[in-house]
């Protein structure tokens, strides 16, 4: 039966904002804000697409999905697509107004594609199949995506680093955990279907994933001494800026304070981790700041093993980084590879361990 938004007594859109602002984990928000909506709709399926920039044009990424049938589903790793090639979003966020056209797999239903606004621009897309809106639905949707764009831009203000836009260190300590368990349960699920018994499967070399890296620019203080704290500060922007452009989507960025930052890298193989930290060290190397000229920073490297507690990991990466530091700076140390070589002793680090002093 077609719902009209007039038929939703005022005392359910409150407890409707209640539930989705109840939480301040971003995830969890939207995935809240996507299941409420489509009930309150009694729409077959609701959907939230996230707008980024690239090179080439904005990228759209779907997050989060919820269907009468299915449930609420999220995707993490799913390709983004060109938002220049499908025009109904195209034109949403051209418009910057809802966009509605029949949906194409089930006749008789449309696509609204609402635009999530924020203070620069759209920032996402909600996309509602269902019934044709009625009167007052699309002012109430625009009401709620309003509540939520605030409310995601707050989080995300509170999560990220105010001078270079990446996430901080408290970000950091609540996605470290996390960060574990998705490895932990990579690794179990590459146990139990360990059939091939191949290095991938086993962790030689060739096993994908997760690691850890901590950079620290070299003689930073040099740089404040020699030309003042804004230069500094403006080094620190301008290498937060290379490290967006050098790390892929969903490696994580952080900046742990001063000019020590932090990259989780998605899960890729030994050889990989690697080749992205050595090319980005010598991108910082090759770029030319202005005034303050060559800049270099030292790498320490960890892969994330599953049964790691997080001051280990960090422990590990920063004695890497620690070593690096110690011999000729301007370098990316692995962990692994410096205990192997018995240039490091291993340790099995339980205590929170600061990052290199
Ligand atoms: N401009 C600026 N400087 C900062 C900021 N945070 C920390 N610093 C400075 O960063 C410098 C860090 O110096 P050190 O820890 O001695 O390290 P370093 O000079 O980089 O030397 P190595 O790491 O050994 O290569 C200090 O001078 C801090 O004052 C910041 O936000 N802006």
């Given at each position: 039966?077609?719902?009209?938004?007039?038929?939703?007594?005022?005392?359910?859109?409150?407890?409707?904002?209640?539930?989705?602002?109840?939480?301040?984990?971003?995830?969890?928000?939207?995935?809240?804000?996507?299941?409420?909506?489509?009930?309150?709709?009694?729409?077959?399926?609701?959907?939230?697409?996230?707008?980024?920039?690239?090179?080439?044009?904005?990228?759209?990424?779907?997050?989060?999905?919820?269907?009468?049938?299915?449930?609420?589903?999220?995707?993490?790793?799913?390709?983004?697509?060109?938002?220049?090639?499908?025009?109904?979003?195209m034109?949403?966020?051209?418009?910057?107004?809802?966009?509605?056209?029949?949906?194409?797999?089930?006749?008789?239903?449309?696509?609204?594609?609402?635009?999530?606004?924020?203070?620069?621009?759209?920032m996402?897309?909600?996309?509602?199949?269902?019934?044709?809106?009625?009167?007052?639905?699309?002012?109430?949707?625009?009401?709620?995506?309003?509540?939520?764009?605030?409310?995601?831009?707050?989080?995300?203000?509170?999560?990220?680093?105010?001078?270079?836009?990446?996430?901080?260190?408290?970000?950091?300590?609540?996605?470290?955990?996390?960060?574990?368990?998705?490895?932990?349960?990579?690794?179990?699920?590459?146990?139990?279907?360990?059939?091939?018994?191949?290095?991938?499967?086993?962790?030689?070399?060739?096993?994908?994933?997760?690691?850890?890296?901590?950079l620290?620019?070299?003689?930073?203080?040099?740089?404040?001494?020699?030309?003042?704290?804004?230069?500094?500060?403006?080094?620190?922007?301008?290498?937060?800026?290379?490290?967006?452009?050098?790390?892929?989507?969903?490696?994580?960025?952080?900046?742990?304070?001063?000019?020590?930052?932090?990259?989780?890298?998605?899960?890729?193989?030994?050889?990989?981790?690697?080749?992205?930290?050595?090319?980005?060290?010598?991108?910082?190397e090759?770029?030319?700041?202005?005034?303050?000229g060559?800049?270099?920073?030292?790498?320490?490297?960890?892969?994330?093993?599953?049964?790691?507690?997080?001051?280990?990991?960090?422990?590990?990466?920063?004695e890497?980084?620690?070593?690096a530091?110690?011999?000729?700076?301007?370098?990316?140390?692995?962990?692994?590879?410096?205990?192997?070589?018995?240039?490091?002793?291993?340790?099995?680090?339980n205590?929170?361990?600061?990052?290199?002093?």
């Amino acid at each position: 039966m077609r719902r009209n938004v007039e038929k939703i007594s005022p005392a359910a859109i409150l407890e409707s904002v209640i539930h989705i602002t109840r939480n301040s984990d971003r995830n969890v928000l939207i995935k809240g804000m996507v299941s409420t909506l489509r009930e309150m709709f009694d729409a077959e399926q609701a959907s939230l697409y996230w707008l980024k920039p690239a090179p080439e044009g904005s990228e759209v990424w779907l997050l989060v999905s919820a269907s009468r049938s299915g449930g609420v589903a999220e995707y993490q790793n799913i390709k983004p697509f060109a938002l220049a090639d499908n025009p109904a979003f195209m034109r949403c966020v051209e418009t910057r107004r809802c966009f509605s056209i029949p949906a194409q797999q089930q006749t008789g239903k449309i696509r609204h594609i609402h635009p999530i606004l924020s203070r620069d621009g759209v920032m996402g897309l909600l996309e509602v199949v269902g019934n044709e809106h009625a009167d007052g639905d699309v002012r109430m949707i625009k009401g709620f995506l309003q509540v939520f764009s605030n409310y995601v831009q707050i989080i995300d203000e509170s999560e990220r680093d105010t001078l270079t836009g990446l996430l901080n260190r408290r970000t950091f300590d609540k996605n470290i955990g996390r960060m574990l368990s998705e490895s932990r349960q990579a690794g179990d699920e590459s146990a139990s279907s360990d059939e091939t018994n191949s290095p991938r499967r086993r962790g030689g070399a060739r096993a994908e994933s997760r690691w850890l890296a901590v950079l620290d620019i070299d003689h930073f203080k040099r740089i404040n001494d020699k030309f003042g704290h804004l230069y500094g500060d403006e080094v620190l922007l301008l290498l937060a800026g290379i490290m967006r452009r050098s790390f892929r989507n969903n490696d994580n960025l952080f900046r742990f304070g001063g000019e020590e930052f932090v990259v989780a890298l998605e899960p890729t193989d030994a050889d990989g981790a690697r080749a992205v930290l050595e090319r980005f060290r010598q991108s910082v190397e090759s770029y030319e700041f202005p005034q303050v000229g060559e800049v270099t920073i030292s790498i320490g490297y960890v892969r994330i093993g599953s049964q790691d507690a997080p001051a280990t990991v960090v422990g590990h990466a920063d004695e890497a980084l620690y070593y690096a530091k110690h011999h000729g700076r301007n370098q990316v140390r692995s962990y692994e590879m410096l205990v192997e070589a018995h240039k490091i002793a291993t340790s099995a680090l339980n205590v929170d361990v600061e990052l290199f002093e």
